[in-house]
């Protein structure tokens, strides 16, 4: 049964020895245009470049229009590359015909064959490879019984929901077990608690099979939850790639800064530059120290963009008052979400500002607007950020 | 069986289309009504005008494709038609199925206009019933600039087959057995069953050199894509337009003629009418009028005398009187028409 | 239960007034002549058409094999040319599927107003009577046709081909006329082919002809099959096509129905004809159906299971 298993997986590749420590995937500048029916040209890849360990969890996160649709096909193999390279396993895979590729995708519409069962759905690509019958009911059986599908082998497309539908679609990629599995934005289609219950359990398919996942989200809740990174592209460009907390904490520039999690950007001026660290003054006059940051050296009067987390705002008291940044201003709206409010803070000299306030913190009273409130972020909180976004 | 007499441009096929068309003359705030159900392109227009006119009468005209359709409507109850032009075999069978009317026609004195030797349906030796209204003979039409020598008859036509050159027989089982018959001297209507299998296996000796059976076979003589057809006498239409390319002939070892005679109905709705018009055709000058346009043969002897120089003088249309002793006319034959219509499939699928 | 009991009773009202003008519709100008059929060719021929209300077995005598008086009798040929109209009629739904198929494929795949414009081109030989079609046909097959003449013109061939009047000829004319029957129901099916199926099929490891063989065929057999039953039954029962461009030398069922109706002046013998014709396509259907319900019913029975994963 083994022998059959491994044919499987060699006619999906000429079988290269993996080695555990080399990514299983390799993107090397990819580059993609479109043309539009109009003409015009559309850079979806734009030298793009992202490796994918062993048994990871790699989440592409854009807004839609981004490229990362585009560069999951480039993987899969439903289009073409203009230039660059794909590697699976040190192999170059970027001139191989999709159905040669050692890598399964599931669908956005799951696009699950309606004149198959279950069963057979999941039997595709072992039927295609002329696998064993034996060995393919046995497999099936298997992979129905991980999705939580035994039994449901006889049904027809047709009779199963969405969320059925969607574990189907999981079985039948799975069961040639690929190195690589492709999800195509799988979750959009769901309801919010459904979707919830299918990331828990489809991070914990990862875990149990270990297959390097590649998933394609524009949730960026989503992308933070299941991954073990995260590259965030945008217009047609890697933008930042690393491990959530990185991506939050210290997004690289404007765009990663504004698409993961919420922010608040203030533009600043640089007063001051030494191995210490520099200063910053913000439009409003006031003047910000930081410890140095390693990676870029500011010389004096460039311009700079300075994050501040809503999370980190905190009401501005007399013992708070090192360093840091400080706001007064009224309040516009509350929203109670549970642990803590979300408040908007109208100001003077940098319009509205977000700030989450822990519900149990003391405000003096309830936040309601019209209320005069004066924030402070603390210098460890903030985030000096150079660019709009890569290659702008 | 014929189609539509005059050009005989439709098939089968397409009879039922042709009965879609109807042609309605009528003058103003007209009286009375006339409902004729003719063949295709088998009456000039101009005799239906003129009638119209003179009588005050409103004229319609539906047209068919063969006999037995004409029949088949009639038996199933289409009542509103006053006139139908039956073959003369066709007269027969009309007449003992009782669906004629006594016209009187006959003791008409104008009824002396007309050559007695038309009136051949056995049923009406007095002509007490219909008129005889039209004739004409079914011969060969032939590409003069593709065929070495004139074709004369039937064995030149079968010799230019032979020598690789197309020709076309009439989709029709009496009229093609019936070259067989004249061939083997023996007689178009027999029901021999010998005589029958015989005639037809003369056409199955030659049908691999018959391109095909069928009636639109014209435009393809005229280019010369096939270079002879069984076809009828109107055939002169398109010689007269095309002198140097067509000709048509009267087979020398004899050939088939065909006769419609005109008749009323018994569930005429306008006897009155129907009857006028009968009388009205016996007119030496609407018998001219209608073959200047048909090209075909009258019985109405003074007409003879008001027709175009080119037509009366046509051997084709007006055979001199031996020529007339060769042709023979087919009878109803009852029963025994199956005989003919089992010979046509043997026939038909000897052409497979 | 009362409650139920009125609905049910107003459902089948209301279905009652749904269908109850299509049954009777399809009663009167559907079974009606059905029914007459049947009993006609059971019936004596009458003399000069119509028939004689006396019980005759002889009109399915002559076809299968009992019949042997002076008018009747047996004959296979009356088998062979049905078996000939049979394989002619499957040519023609062969050749216009050939041609329909990957057409419907590529013009699903054009911007929104082209498709239609092909739609529309596709359906317009309609606006033209058939016999106006055939003629042209009938022209452009001829030894001096224009095909012919193209073809010796580029020196294809030195000597006109053999074109018209022949079993050739009446399988393109069928196809001719037939293509738009078959194109529209394989364009149906091909057109809601998603194309995410296509691409599903070749991630899961299959190349262009497993693909083909096992995601759009199957997917779109239904739009096949209903072309090819919608193109098969008229070119089966055809008579205008062989009479007009076979040259009546082809003879197909349908023009010894229309001879038995009327030169044959034989309406039973025609009418046995008509039944047997019917009864071979009834069947085919038949079979066709069965084909199509069988994996339905097989899956209706399955357990209902619920369960995460694990």
Known sequence: MEA????????????TEAD????????????????TPEGQEVVALDDVSITVARNEFLTLLGPSGCGKTTLLRVVSGFEDLDGGEILIDRQDIARQPAYRRPVNTVFQTYALFPHLSVARNVAYSLEVARVDPAEIRRRVGEMLELVGLAGFGDRRINQLSGGQQQRVALARALVARPKILLLDEPLSALDKGLRDKMQQELKALQHELGISFVFVTHDQEEALTMSDRVAVLGHGKLQQIGRPQELYRAPRNVFVARFVGESNLFPATVTQSDPAGIALRLSDGQEVRLPASTGNVLMVGAKVRLMARPEDARPATGKNNAGGLRFQGRIKQVFFVGAHYKILVHTQAHGTLKASLPAGEDLGSTPAPGQAVELHFPPATLHVLLDEEAGR | MQKSRKTARTSAATSALAMALAVVVAPAAAEGRLNLYNWGDYINPEVLQRFSEEFDVEVTLDTYGTNEEMLAKIQAGATGYDIVFPSVWMHDVMFN???????????????KNIDQTFIRAKTDPQAEYCLP????????????????????????????????KKVILLDDPRE?????HIMNGTSVNSVDEEEVVKATDYII?????????????????????????HWYVGANIFVSQMPDILEYVIPEEGATIYQEDMCVLESAPNRENAIKFLEFYLRPEIAALNVAQQMNGTPNIPALELIPEEIANNETIYPPQEVMERLQIFHDLGEDIRLYAREWRRLKTAAQ | MMVRGTLKWRQAIALLGLL??????LGVFFLGPLVIMLIYSWLEPGLYGGVVWNFYHLNYGRIFGWANTRYEQFDPAYLRIFARSIWLALCTVGLSLAICYPAAFWISRQPEWRKNLFIFLITLPFFVSLIVRLFAWVLLLRPTGFINQ????????????????TGFAVVLGMVYIFIPFMFLPVYASVEKLDMAMVEASFDLGAGRWQTFRRVILPMTLPGVIGGSIIVFIPSLGNFIVPSLLGGAKVMMIGNLIEQQFLSARNWPFGAALSMVVMATVLVLLLVYVRQMTREDRAVAAAPEPTGDMR
């Open chain 1, 20 to 35: 555990p420590d080399h990514p299983v995937l390799e993107i090397r500048h990819a580059k993609k245009r479109f043309a």
């Open chain 2, 133 to 164: 209204y039209a004739w004409g003979s079914v011969g060969i039409v032939y590409n003069k600039k593709v065929v070495d020598t004139p074709i004369k008859g039937w064995a030149d036509l079968f010799a230019v087959a032979e020598a690789g």
């Open chain 2, 205 to 229: 000796e030659r049908i691999g050199d018959v391109s095909a059976f069928t009636y639109d076979s014209i435009p393809l003589v005229q280019s010369g894509d096939v270079a002879a057809a």
């Open chain 2, 97 to 111: 199925l009782g669906l004629l009317a006594k016209t009187g026609i006959g003791s008409h004195p104008d009824f």
């Open chain 1, 4 to 15: 059959t298993s491994a044919m499987v997986a060699s006619r999906k590749t000429q079988e």
């Open chain 3, 20 to 25: 109850g003008g299509p049954t009777l519709f």
């Open chain 3, 150 to 165: 193209a073809l010796m013109g580029l020196g294809i061939v030195d000597q006109p081909l053999e074109m018209i009047f």
């Open chain 2, 176 to 180: 093609t057995i019936g070259i067989g």
